[in-house]
């Protein structure tokens, strides 16, 4: 019979379930964690947990704390379990549990109660995983939005802040009043430059409610950026049956993920930060390669496998990876288009990186869904695959395969929700897509002038002319065909057989 999870009943686990060593009443808050869902306890929670059985770091437990509804379920799941999570890593070759007891606290979902939590002494990192959609970006550029109507609204009232944002700066403002001194702000989010985006939106809406706090944010906050990878699937029935049938534990928000973790963070952090080294962190000077290597390889490589297996009526990745076609598409655009694009670094093996990933998409304990991979496109294709594209160009490097994803997301999205096993298009962008997508059947053009994703893109000739020849093998002959044609074809020569098409399409 399953054991409902408390700090009661941790001893009476099973001895194949981990638990802290540690005494949690002996914990002191260190960190304030903003979206609290299940990469956090997956990844950092897990290396401050790694710490802390060490015997280290105990004036930094984490205080959970969110904005949004979905936080104020999560806050009422964990208070109900003082705070503990159960972490499964899904191993193919014997999976593992443990208990993570890092986590202290949960401040109510309420703008006035973050932000006096925010004000405590004791808290010297604020951590965010708030998605990538969450920073007040201008989807064209990439950059802050000030004329955002949720940012006006902070900007014109700052004393009662709505968004994360506001009642970051909110704080910092009476920190620095009470000569409390600064916290750093360390983005977890699967976002390129996390760090230097968190500082921009943060100092932007400081500029227009204060230019002195915002002067003093500059000079005194630190924005690390850093590189987060553990694939981490959504939590569903499935999950919380599987831990309370082999672990014999009934949690109502356990985390299952795979073994893998990597975290490379750079060293900036202007309150101290506990000893992460210890447990396997990697702290460097500048992060930017680690990130490039993880978002050209394992992100874009997600974004390659997704759209052509859902096409292909696939439902979990770890099946659809195992499709030699699919698996030799991933691998033919990685070593074509996508690697050669990236520089050379000390110690670092794309070759071997790319073979991992493949490992890790193969995973079939994890059951990572192929819905997950396809949603969001309008936000992640701008970040994980455009960049890509952007740089083969200014090189003068081919970008046949880059152009077939482009053509594979644009036929998801004229497929998505009609049948044959295609799931629904989930993207906040999704009429506009399935607009462009529906228009390029006849202007190839369409797609690439959907407003607010690709930007200079739509003016490349290049691509144009690549998108229309493998739109015309997509609908002429299929998905399948056409990623066999790329991988037959070579990296220069595949443009032979379609080019022909591109006026017509």
Not at 76 to 86: A, G, I, P, V
Not at 305 to 318: D, E, I, K, P, T
């Amino acid at each position: 019979m399953a054991l409902t999870i408390s700090q009661q009943t941790l001893a009476a686990l099973g001895q194949d379930v981990g638990v802290p060593a540690y005494d949690r009443r002996g914990l002191a808050p260190g960190i304030l964690h903003i979206g609290l869902g299940n990469f956090h306890r997956s990844h950092m929670a897990m290396y401050l947990d790694r710490l802390l059985e060490r015997g280290e770091a105990h004036d930094w437990a984490i205080v959970g704390s969110g904005v949004m509804p979905a936080d104020t379920r999560m806050r009422r799941r964990l208070q109900q379990q003082d705070w503990l999570s159960t972490i499964v890593d899904l191993d193919p070759g014997g999976s593992s549990a443990r208990v993570v007891g890092a986590m202290v606290d949960f401040v109510p979902v309420a703008p006035a109660a973050i932000v006096r939590a925010l004000c405590d002494p004791r808290i010297r990192i604020v951590s965010l995983t708030i998605t990538e959609g969450g920073y007040f970006l201008d989807t064209a550029t990439g950059r802050f939005d000030p004329g955002h109507p949720r940012i006006r609204a902070d900007a014109a009232a700052p004393a009662q802040p709505r968004t994360l944002f506001g009642m970051l700066v909110r704080a910092l403002g009476e920190r620095r009043a009470r000569g409390l001194g600064p916290f750093t702000v360390l983005s977890c989010d699967n976002l390129p430059g996390n760090g230097a985006v968190t500082r921009s939106v943060v100092v932007g809406l400081a500029e227009l409610i204060d230019p002195y706090l915002a002067a003093w944010i500059r000079r005194e906050v630190t924005f690390p950026n850093s590189m987060v990878d553990c694939i981490t699937p959504r939590t569903t029935a499935r999950e919380r049956e599987l831990v309370s049938r082999r672990f014999g534990i009934r949690d109502a928000a356990p985390v299952v993920c795979e073994p893998f973790r990597q975290w490379v963070v750079e060293d900036r952090f202007c309150a101290g930060r506990p000893p992460w080294e210890n447990v396997g962190v990697q702290f460097v000077d500048d992060v930017s390669r680690h990130e490039t290597m993880k978002l050209r390889i394992l992100n874009a490589g997600h974004a390659s496998l997704a759209y052509l297996a859902a096409l292909l009526g696939y439902r979990h990745v770890h099946r659809a990876v195992a499709d030699p076609d699919i698996r030799d598409w991933l691998l033919a655009l990685q070593q074509r288009e996508i690697i050669p694009l990236l520089k050379a670094a000390d110690g670092v093996d794309y070759r071997a990186y790319l073979d991992r990933v493949l490992e890790r998409f193969g995973n079939a304990e994890v059951g990572d869904t192929v819905a997950r991979l396809c949603a969001n496109g309008s936000t992640r294709q701008p970040k994980f695959v455009l960049p890509a594209i952007r740089d083969a160009l200014a090189r003068g490097r081919p970008i046949e395969g880059l152009a077939l994803e482009l053509a594979l997301w644009c036929h998801f999205c004229r497929q998505a929700g009609e049948g044959h096993g295609v799931p629904a298009l989930s993207d906040p962008l999704s009429s506009r897509l399935k607009e462009g997508a529906r228009r390029a059947r006849r202007d190839p053009q369409a797609f690439l002038a959907v407003r607010g994703i690709f930007d200079d893109l739509v003016d490349s000739r290049a691509l144009l002319v690549a998108l229309a020849g493998w739109l015309a093998v997509i609908d002429d002959r299929g998905p399948r065909e056409a990623v066999r044609r790329y991988v037959a074809s070579g990296a220069h020569s595949v443009s032979s057989f379609h080019t022909s098409n591109a006026g017509s399409s």
